[in-house]
């Protein structure tokens, strides 16, 4: 499966902005999806999970209230709502697909911007 990430941008603190993930190439209901960051010289963070069938949800507790991780099997796409950003939510942004368990992910999209200022 392929994986292209979208939708970051410069935000002012307390702001909103939501994150696409378009997959292509195998049916993307076989994949568990999940999000993460990765801020200027920190590791790459856990941020948000969804099964396959959206049902189920984890989050980081760092974003958990503000963010919420969906997907629409029928538009091959995972969203990434994020409200009330703050300036520590600044880092590339990746989508990631897993065929067989939430946490060992096997494809990774390229990343996208969010940068919120204070």
């Known amino acids: 499966v392929q994986l292209q990430a979208y939708g970051g941008g410069l935000v002012r603190t307390g702001g909103s902005l939501r994150l696409s993930c378009a997959a292509s190439?195998?049916?993307?209901?076989?994949?568990?999806m999940g999000w993460f960051r990765q801020a200027p010289g920190k590791e790459r963070e856990f941020v948000a999970a969804?099964?396959?069938?959206?049902?189920?949800?984890y989050y980081a507790d760092s974003v958990k209230g503000r963010f919420a991780i969906s997907r629409d099997n029928a538009k091959n796409t995972l969203y990434l709502q994020m409200n009330t950003l703050k300036p520590e939510d600044t880092a590339v942004y990746y989508c990631?697909?897993?065929?067989?368990?939430?946490?060992?992910?096997?494809?990774w999209g390229q990343g996208t911007q969010v940068t919120v200022s204070s």
């Open positions: 969804i099964s396959w069938s959206g049902g189920t949800t």
């Open positions: 190439g195998r049916t993307f209901s076989s994949y568990g």
């Open positions: 990631a697909a897993a065929a067989y368990a939430l946490g060992q992910y096997d494809y």
